[in-house]
């Protein structure tokens, strides 16, 4: 039933080299390590489909040469007709509606020349279907996702998570959404078809022959990648044509690094429906709204009583404090490494929605959405040991817990038991030795504590990560940020939505964030790492081992 192969291999040096921590039981191993690259005959799926990673041309501009990508094809091969929802001249993999209860098959083949992997991030599956880079498969290989739909209704995206290779192939074109329903959503009869719209937002360099370009340099890699052209659903200037009614809008940032606030130019707030995998409760209305890497959004976006030929512009607004200080101001003067048009923190135009028609009748938004089950404190059994999340930085690397990933290592902290509710505590820690255990109490800024950065001091440190958590979504129980940082914090804080499930969060520079965490379901490892991809591939990744 498991067969050994190159990732089992390199799963096992993996470990040898990691060994200076706890490493994994044999047993453990030999269970985990291995390429599943067969169907469970015992597994009966309502929707089985075929994956392609591949090397294609796309055009993505009106003129000029395609653009060469990699892309996810797919092929529908049992289940409901609207699996797929090819996007035609994409990049982007096809859209995958699913729906709760389907038991979920995915013959994956990589024709890439190089290895990768894909995970359904969002999607609460067990190990072996998560995508974990030890599963990474070599060009020519196959691997055999299996599992049952466990997630309500909400938004999802499947993405490469191939080890050290993620954010480039997620940047080349190695992304899709997925769209889950359920029965409680079906209730609500929200805005469906033409009028359930995604907006997944990217950021590219291209050179003059229309090419994508990516830079390995640090320490533009150590920031994080950040384009100068926007690109919604693959294509740039995008353009929706509107009736004047209400509108479903899935929001995903699928941006490497960078992070958007989302808002209309004419000030008119942004009603938010879902976060991340999962509907709210109830609408939401704010301001903007901060999107960050991995993160996405439900609007209800209403053209109803607009005039025909009128259009509203979506701008990124401008915000602070996401990158270090040194960072944003030689980008604002135009000198130093970061050559680039759009700066974080810069207004920017995202999408235009027109008018394209009157209609008379439009859907209302419901006053309440979906059931929700508010956890507190009272559900965790470690509430005054938070299981620690600590953002650090050695050698020009952001590290979680003090370590860069390592494939077979677990850290004490980092083992949970199975069916356990958890507080965790994200947090900076600026990695000053001999405090480590303040956990987050003395590392306060405008000390000492801040030189940890090599050479460009703690400044370095100043930066916003979307850290995210592999397996079920969680919950926000309290952010708490430090005097320094209040003015920037301020230009972004009226934009997150804190009242749903989340499996990924901001956390701002001198931030601290508790969530509460279930693990239930299934055993094994789950990553959680940061989102900033060029982060996660610089080893901004941990995994919890539950057990
Ligand atoms: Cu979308 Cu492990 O990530
Ligand atoms: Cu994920
Ligand atoms: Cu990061």
Redesign the pocket.
């Known amino acids: 039933m498991t067969i050994t192969n190159t990732s089992r291999r390199q799963f096992l040096q993996h470990t040898v080299l990691g060994a200076a921590a706890a490493t994994f039981p044999g047993m453990l191993l030999a269970g985990s390590g291995s390429l599943k690259n067969q169907a469970t005959p015992g597994f009966k799926p309502d929707v089985e489909l075929e994956f392609t990673a591949q090397n294609a041309q796309v055009a993505i501009f009106g003129s000029g040469p395609a653009t060469r990508v990699q892309r996810f094809q797919a092929r529908l091969l049992k289940g409901p007709q609207q699996t797929l929802q090819q996007l035609p001249d994409n990049y982007l993999g096809p859209v995958l509606n699913l729906q709760q209860g389907q038991k979920v098959r995915v013959f994956f083949s990589n024709a890439l020349d190089e290895p990768t992997i894909i995970?359904w991030?969002g999607l609460h599956v067990p190990q072996s279907s998560d995508g974990h880079p030890m599963y990474t498969i070599q060009p020519g290989e196959r691997y055999v996702y299996e599992f049952e739909v466990l997630n309500r209704a909400g938004t999802s995206l499947y993405?490469s998570?191939a080890h050290d290779l993620t954010a480039e192939q997620v940047y080349r074109g190695l992304a899709g959404l997925i769209k889950v329903s359920d029965a409680d959503e079906r209730q609500l009869a929200l805005p469906s078809g033409e009028f359930d719209l995604p907006l997944v937002i990217q950021d590219r360099r291209f050179d003059a022959r229309n090419q994508l370009q990516y830079l390995h340099m640090m320490p533009e890699r150590m920031m994080g990648f950040l384009g100068d052209t926007i690109l919604v659903n693959g294509k740039p200037n995008a353009e929706f044509q509107v009736k004047s009614r209400a509108y479903r809008v899935r929001a995903l940032n699928g941006s490497n690094s960078r992070i958007y606030k989302l808002g209309w130019e004419d000030g008119t707030p942004l009603t938010i429906i879902g976060t991340d995998a999962c509907l709210l409760a109830k609408p939401e209305t704010r301001p903007y709204l901060m999107l960050a890497p991995?993160e996405r959004a439900e609007l209800w976006l209403d053209f109803s009583g607009r005039a025909v030929g009128s259009k509203l512009v979506m701008y990124s607004l401008p915000f602070s404090g996401t990158l270090p200080r040194m960072m944003e101001n030689m980008g604002r003067h135009g000198g130093g490494m970061m050559h680039n048009r759009l700066l974080t923190g810069s207004k920017f135009p995202i999408a235009t929605f027109k008018i394209s028609e009157k209609v008379g009748d439009s859907p209302k938004l419901p006053t309440q959405l979906v059931p929700f089950q508010r956890l507190s404190e009272k559900d965790v059994n470690n509430v005054g040991k938070p299981l620690p999340i600590a953002i650090g930085m050695q050698r020009m690397r952001f590290t979680l817990n003090g370590k860069t990933f390592s494939m077979g290592q677990v850290l004490a902290s980092e083992r949970v038991a199975l069916g356990s509710i958890k507080k965790i505590r994200i947090y900076h820690d600026h990695g000053m030795s001999g405090h480590g255990s303040g956990m987050g109490m003395g590392m306060r800024h405008g000390g000492d504590g801040r030189h940890q950065g090599m050479g460009m001091g703690g400044a370095m440190m100043d930066m916003a990560h979307p850290i995210?958590l592999?397996g079920q979504q969680f919950q926000i129980l309290r952010r708490k940020v430090d005097d320094v940082h209040r003015e920037s914090y301020a230009t972004v804080k009226d934009g997150f939505v804190d009242s749903g499930w989340k499996d990924t969060v901001l956390v701002m520079p001198g931030e601290e964030v508790e969530i509460i965490k279930p693990f239930q379901d299934y055993k094994g490892l789950f990553?959680y790492?940061c989102?900033n991809l060029e982060h996660e591939d610089l080893g901004m990744m941990r995994q919890f081992l539950i057990e």
């Open positions: 995970h991030h993405h998570h991995g995210h592999h990553l790492h989102h």
